[in-house]
């Protein structure tokens, strides 16, 4: 067995214990999207857990306000890692949920998704002996579609043999071998305002425009194909005795083929304006084309192959609803491996949870298919 096979082997059999602390550190450090100081302090702890395992501090790559982290070993990418410090939950969220332990289960806001899967990544580069070609990513705005942070991904991973995404695996640890399309839209409403009481007939109600446009939205998906077209925030309205002036809504469009994308957009553009007076603004459009199947096939089966000889336990590959920064590199024509960090549950919701006894299994498995992809 080759020596970083070995070592990868070592990693597995020497338990997850030794990753918890990291992950600890990571999910007390709280990281919504949306807060830049607490990016910037979580910036800090990964940045400062990365260069304890790698022995080298991180390239600090400032755009849009935020900071990305990328460490380089070599010349060229061969082999690219990426994940994203950002998480889903609000300031506070540790408040009444801390990071705890129990029954074998590390829970906590970001546990999952996807804070074990940096510790994970880490730890696995941490035990190969010869890094040359491998690139660490680590983003800070994943969770709301990688606005600043797109072309930094498609910049360090165009032309490498492989990029492989440490977002959470799927239900039973199922690698994520396909991902659909995301789509990001928000319907902005111009109505005008009256008093609700004494002349509501002088206004244009905004909030029964958005009634109509919401069940308009409803008729633009295709389930049969796998579209999926779901209004997830709404708000209207200044006050009870007046006609609302303005509302909008978000809109959230998944699909599996750019056909569909483009479909669902050229639509949403021609929805019909039903109260007389209303305007209707689309603002938004397709965020992350599909990770189609073929880009993570050949992958997928050397990660299963690896897995085997390692002794791991097996698993399967998956299509899943969710985006991630592995469609933009699919995209680019990178093969793409998703789903390769922690084994758990709950993704944004309060049961996410980390199978503790699998951390070092999946850092392992992580090991060998870096390793074995520079070999090639």
């Known amino acids: 067995m080759p020596a970083d096979l070995r070592a990868a082997l070592a990693l597995a059999r020497g338990g997850s214990d030794h990753l918890v602390d990291e992950l600890a550190a990571l999910v007390t450090q709280e990281s919504p999207s949306s807060d ?5 302090s979580t910036v800090d702890v ?9 022995g080298i501090p991180p390239e600090r790559i400032d755009t849009g306000g935020r900071t990305h982290l990328r460490w380089s070993f070599g010349g060229d990418a061969k082999v690219v890692l990426i994940g994203h410090l950002d998480t889903v939950w609000p300031i506070g969220t540790t408040a009444d949920w801390p ?11 970001g546990a999952f998704d996807m804070k074990a899967g940096l510790v994970q990544g880490f730890h696995a580069l941490a035990a190969l002996h010869d890094l040359e070609g491998v690139v660490f990513l680590v983003t800070s705005d994943e969770e709301i ?23 959470p695996s799927a239900t039973g640890g199922a690698l994520k071998t396909a ?29 029964v425009e958005l009634a109509h446009q919401v069940v308009a939205l409803e008729r633009l998906a295709r389930p049969a194909v796998g579209t999926t077209v779901t209004p997830t925030v709404a708000s209207a309205g200044t006050a009870t005795n007046t006609v609302p002036a303005s509302a909008s809504v978000r809109v959230d469009v998944r699909s599996s083929s750019v056909d569909e994308q483009a479909r669902v957009d050229r639509e949403m553009r021609e929805l019909d304006v039903t109260v007389p007076g209303a305007r209707v603004e689309v603002q938004g459009g397709p965020n992350r ?12 089966d050397r990660a299963r192959g690896l897995a085997e000889q390692l002794g791991l336990s097996p698993f399967d590959g998956v299509e899943v609803g969710g ?6 590199t699919a995209a680019i024509g990178v093969p793409t491996l998703d789903g390769l960090g922690a084994v758990g549950d709950g993704a944004h919701a309060r049961n996410e949870h980390v199978q503790i006894g699998t951390m070092a299994e999946r850092s392992a498995l992580v090991a060998a298919l870096v390793a074995d992809l520079l070999e090639d």
């Open 179 to 207: 991902r659909k399309g995301v789509s990001m839209y928000e319907l902005a409403i111009t109505g005008l305002e009256a008093h609700a009481g004494l002349e509501p007939e002088r206004g244009v109600n905004a909030l």
């Open 36 to 40: 830049l100081a607490a990016l910037a």
């Open 46 to 54: 990964v940045a400062a857990i990365g260069a304890g395992c790698l």
């Open 99 to 109: 990071f705890q332990i129990a029954d074998g289960r590390a829970s906590g806001p």
């Open 323 to 328: 985006g991630s920064d592995g469609n933009f």
């Open 145 to 167: 579609g990688s606005p600043t942070s797109r072309s930094l991904i498609e910049e360090t991973a165009r032309g490498a043999r492989a990029a492989l995404v440490l977002e």
């Open 289 to 300: 084309p599909p990770l189609a199947a073929t880009s993570s096939r050949a992958l997928f």
